[in-house]
């Protein structure tokens, strides 16, 4: 059954294509589009989180959908801003280092899993999600901002910040799976 923080969770896929496809029909009403519908995404992933806890919805498709919406959205995003000239050369390094550790938690988060081990979000994790989210949101609007509004250096500045609190939490998040990893070594093959 489809519940309400489920359909909100799926309309963040849906979404993408939609991002992707603003980004090839490039002028400022296409720009502001896509940040709107960027910003929509980003919001469902607040509600579909809180509506879940509040109304007891808590489900295993919800748990296992979630954070590969999120990634999926984030990763678009990145991809999208390199490829079409959103960012300097220089903000490659840390959309690289975003992306690298949206894949390195996932992976960690699976092992874990088999384990029957979870990994909680920490606000740390939260907030490095919520500064990412607004960079990207600058990035995606870039030169299509008003004169006053100097969107592609705030964006810029916020996804190297984004990039250091990434380095942190993966770090923190690899400690964790590490320890685990040390503990439950593989069995011996045949």
């Given at each position: 059954?489809?519940?309400?923080?489920?359909?909100?969770?799926?309309?963040?896929?849906?979404?993408?294509?939609?991002?992707?496809?603003?980004?090839?029909?490039?002028?400022?009403?296409?720009?502001?589009?896509?940040?709107?519908?960027?910003?929509i995404a980003g919001v469902t992933d607040f509600f579909d989180g809180y509506l879940a806890r509040r109304?007891?919805?808590?489900?295993?498709?919800?748990?296992?959908?979630?954070?590969?919406?999120?990634?999926l959205l984030v990763a678009s995003v990145l991809l999208l801003i390199v490829a079409f000239d959103r960012?300097?050369?220089?903000?490659?390094?840390?959309?690289?280092?975003?992306?690298?550790?949206?894949?390195?938690?996932?992976?960690?988060?699976?092992?874990?899993?088999?384990?029957?081990?979870?990994?909680?979000?920490?606000?740390?994790?939260?907030?490095?999600?919520?500064?990412?989210?607004?960079?990207?949101?600058?990035?995606?609007?870039?030169?299509?901002?008003?004169?006053?509004?100097?969107?592609?250096?705030?964006?810029?500045?916020?996804?190297?910040?984004?990039?250091?609190?990434?380095?942190?939490?993966?770090?923190?998040?690899?400690?964790?799976?590490?320890?685990?990893?040390?503990?439950?070594?593989?069995?011996?093959?045949?």
């Amino acid at each position: 059954m489809l519940t309400l923080p489920n359909i909100l969770t799926l309309s963040r896929i849906v979404i993408i294509p939609v991002v992707v496809a603003t980004f090839f029909f490039d002028s400022h009403a296409m720009r502001w589009t896509a940040c709107a519908l960027f910003t929509i995404a980003g919001v469902t992933d607040f509600f579909d989180g809180y509506l879940a806890r509040r109304a007891n919805q808590v489900s295993s498709f919800g748990r296992f959908l979630d954070p590969i919406a999120d990634k999926l959205l984030v990763a678009s995003v990145l991809l999208l801003i390199v490829a079409f000239d959103r960012v300097g050369p220089w903000s490659y390094l840390p959309a690289l280092v975003i992306l690298l550790r949206e894949i390195m938690v996932s992976g960690l988060r699976e092992f874990l899993a088999e384990l029957h081990v979870s990994v909680p979000v920490t606000k740390l994790a939260k907030a490095k999600t919520t500064v990412q989210m607004v960079a990207l949101g600058f990035l995606i609007v870039g030169s299509a901002s008003p004169i006053w509004i100097p969107a592609e250096l705030i964006g810029e500045i916020g996804i190297w910040i984004a990039a250091g609190i990434t380095l942190i939490t993966g770090y923190d998040y690899l400690k964790s799976g590490l320890r685990y990893m040390a503990v439950n070594p593989p069995a011996p093959g045949p």
